[in-house]
C-alpha cells in the first residue's frame, strides 16, 4: 500500500489508459512534470497529440482527485510535438515544490479590449446539468426585453444547446470576411451548433479552444452592443481560461443547484475566476424547487440552502432562487425561453429579478 502522496499518485497514474497506444499514461510518457505541495496539490503537464482525446485530461484529474492527500488537481494540457520540439523528455519523479505554482513556460498572452461588445458578463458552473444554459438564454433576453442591445456566444464548444434553446439553427453568413450572428428575441447569438452537424462530437484541444473563442470574440459582426453573455461549458477548464486570457470580462455568474454535490464544484468554480482576478457577481441557484404545475405547491427535490450557504462562504451574494417548472424545460426545448413563453410565471419573474441584480452589480454600459 502507498504511504507517501507521491506513491499514491504514481500508482493511480499506472492505472490510466492511454486510449492511443494501449498503455498506462506514464509508460506512454504522456505525463510529464508532476509536482506536488505539502498541502495536497498536484500540479502535471499531458501531452496530447493530434489523434489523442482530451477527455484523457479529466480522467487523470477525476483519478487524482480520489486520492487521500490531494486535495487540488491542476492538469495542463501541452501539445505533444511542440513540448518535444521544445524541451527533452523530463523525468517522471514527483517532486515536492513550494506552495507557489509552477512557473508558466509560455507567456499568457495579453487580453484584447473589445469596447463594442459592452459588458462581457460569463456565466459558469462547477458541473454540467444545473441549467446553466437555461439562466444564460434567459438573462440575455431579459436584457434585450429592456431595451438593451444584447449579445450571446456559446463557449459550451462540447455542447452547444443555445441553437435548440433560442429557436434558430442554420449556418451564419459571411459578409466581409465576418461572420453574422443569428438573432432571437431580440439577441444577437454564435455558436459551434451553427457550424457542425448534430452528431458530430466536439473533440478539441486547448489550442482549438483558444482559437475558436478568439474568432467568437474578434471575426463575428457583433456591431454595438451593451452586454454580452458566455455561456461557458460546466467546469474550469481550457474554454474560462481562454475567455479570460482573450479579453477582458466584467463579471462571472456561477449557477448551481441545491445539492451539495453541485455546491461543492461550484466553489470551485469562484475559486478558479478569483484566481484570474475576475470578479464573481454572484451566486444563482436553479432548480431550488419544483413547482407543481396544478396547484402550484413548490417541493424542494434537490433539498434547500445550498446555493445560499454557498454564498455565505465565498462572500457573494446570492442573486436569486429559481424555481423548477415543466414550462421552463418546455420552453428549452421548443426555442422559447420562459421569459419569453410565460413572463408572468414564478421563474421567469425570479430570472427577470437575477437580470435586473446582474445588471446593478455589473453597471451601466459606457454611453448608457
Known amino acids: 500500500m502507498a504511504t507517501t502522496l507521491q506513491a499514491r499518485i504514481a500508482d493511480a497514474l499506472s492505472r490510466i489508459r492511454h486510449p492511443r497506444t494501449g498503455t498506462d499514461v506514464v509508460t506512454a510518457q504522456a505525463v510529464r512534470d508532476v509536482a506536488t505541495t505539502t498541502s495536497g496539490k498536484v500540479r502535471l503537464t499531458l501531452l496530447l497529440g493530434a489523434g489523442d482525446d482530451p477527455a484523457l485530461a479529466r480522467s487523470i484529474r477525476q ?3 480520489t486520492l487521500e492527500g490531494v486535495t487540488e488537481v491542476t492538469v495542463d494540457v501541452a501539445d ?13 519523479a514527483l517532486p515536492v515544490m513550494n506552495q507557489q505554482p509552477a512557473p508558466q513556460r509560455v507567456p499568457a498572452p495579453t487580453p484584447v479590449a473589445y469596447p463594442n461588445l459592452g459588458r462581457i458578463i460569463a456565466v459558469s458552473s462547477g458541473k454540467g446539468g444545473v441549467g446553466k444554459s437555461t439562466v444564460a438564454v434567459n438573462i440575455a433576453v431579459s436584457l434585450a426585453k429592456s431595451g438593451a442591445r444584447v449579445g450571446l ?16 439553427n442554420e449556418p451564419p453568413s459571411v459578409i466581409n470576411e465576418r461572420i453574422v450572428p443569428l438573432e432571437a428575441h431580440g439577441v444577437k447569438i454564435i455558436s459551434l451548433g451553427f457550424l457542425i452537424d448534430a452528431d458530430q462530437p466536439a473533440i478539441w484541444r486547448g489550442p482549438i479552444v483558444m482559437k475558436i473563442i478568439t474568432q467568437f470574440l474578434r471575426d463575428v459582426a457583433w456591431g454595438e452592443l451593451d452586454y454580452f453573455i458566455v455561456d461557458m461549458p460546466p467546469g474550469t477548464g481550457d474554454a474560462q481560461l481562454s475567455l479570460v486570457q482573450a479579453t477582458q470580462v466584467a463579471g462571472a455568474i456561477i449557477v448551481t443547484t441545491p445539492q451539495e454535490v453541485s455546491v461543492g464544484d461550484a466553489l470551485r468554480g ?7 482576478t475576475v470578479p464573481v457577481l ?3 441557484e436553479n432548480m431550488s424547487w419544483f413547482e407543481c ?3 402550484g405547491r413548490p417541493s424542494p427535490i434537490f433539498g434547500s440552502g445550498g446555493g445560499e450557504r454557498l454564498a455565505r462562504e465565498v ?6 432562487q429559481i424555481p423548477m417548472s415543466p414550462r421552463v424545460m418546455q420552453g428549452g426545448d421548443e426555442g422559447s425561453p420562459i421569459v419569453v413563453a410565460d413572463p408572468e410565471s414564478s421563474a421567469a419573474r425570479a430570472l427577470s429579478a437575477v437580470t435586473q441584480r ?3 452589480r455589473v453597471g451601466a454600459p459606457a454611453g448608457r
Open 63 to 65: 483519478a487524482l482527485e
Open 80 to 92: 505533444a510535438s511542440a513540448f518535444e520540439a521544445n524541451r527533452k523528455a523530463a523525468s517522471r
Open 270 to 276: 469562484v475559486k478558479m475566476f478569483e484566481r484570474v
Open 153 to 168: 456566444m456559446d463557449a459550451d464548444i462540447y455542447g452547444p444547446n443555445i441553437p435548440r434553446m433560442m429557436g434558430v
Open 293 to 295: 404545475p396544478h396547484c
Open 358 to 360: 446582474i445588471s446593478e
Open 282 to 284: 454572484g451566486i444563482v
Open 315 to 320: 462572500g457573494l451574494p446570492l442573486l436569486g
